[in-house]
């Protein structure tokens, strides 16, 4: 499967991460997890905090609240 965002590109939690708010920046193109989706490293823009996230999970840092769910 292909990845849908790019190194470099901002991007955020989808709302059912609610605990996991605020603005992260792809890190990272990491090999499809065991479910054949995406995976990404990400670092918080705002501290050191980094993770690894399905695809499924993170939306462009600007789509609307909305847009997300």
């Keep these: ?3 849908r965002f790019g190194i470099g590109q901002l991007v955020r939690p989808r709302e059912r991460l609610r605990e996991n708010t ?3 920046e792809i ?3 990491l090999p499809s997890g065991s479910d054949d989706e995406p995976l990404y490293r990400i670092k ?5 905090v980094q993770r690894v ?3 499924a999970d993170i939306v462009p840092a600007s789509a609307s609240s909305q847009a997300n769910g």
Excluded: D, N, S
Excluded at 44 to 48: S, T
């Design 53 to 55: 996230v399905r695809e």
């Design 22 to 24: 605020g603005i992260y």
């Design 44 to 48: 918080a823009a705002a501290g050191p």
């Design 27 to 29: 890190l990272g193109l």
């Design 1 to 3: 499967m292909t990845h």
